[in-house]
């Protein structure tokens, strides 16, 4: 994402601003200036490249900061796990997901 530089112009002047976040996998919260943008819910899927329009978000008198949460892919063994490539029915996890207890 380029910088945003501080400036004079109104904002229906401005350019328009959409970063591309690529390769989420598997879930995230994203947040500019305090304002959520996506939530995980909405925001899910193995290796996404998503975009969003950021215009009506952006301060042009001061710094911006883009927060992004990424939360890894659900067991899938479990309730409302998630289907993603960590998971592979001819390989599955050993049930004490390499803990080494007995």
Request: glycine share 4%.
């Amino acid at each position: 994402m380029r910088t945003v530089p501080p400036t004079s112009r109104r904002r229906t002047e401005a350019r328009q601003e959409i970063p591309k976040l690529e390769g989420l996998s598997y879930r995230a919260n994203v947040w500019l200036n305090g304002t959520q943008l996506s939530s995980s819910t909405a925001t899910a899927g193995q290796f996404r490249a998503l975009e969003f329009d950021i215009t009506p978000y952006i301060s042009y008198s001061s710094t911006n900061a883009l927060a992004v949460q990424v939360y890894r892919a659900v067991d899938p063994r479990n309730p409302g796990g998630d289907l993603a490539v960590t998971f592979v029915d001819w390989n599955p996890n050993p049930p004490n997901w390499n803990m080494r207890i007995a």
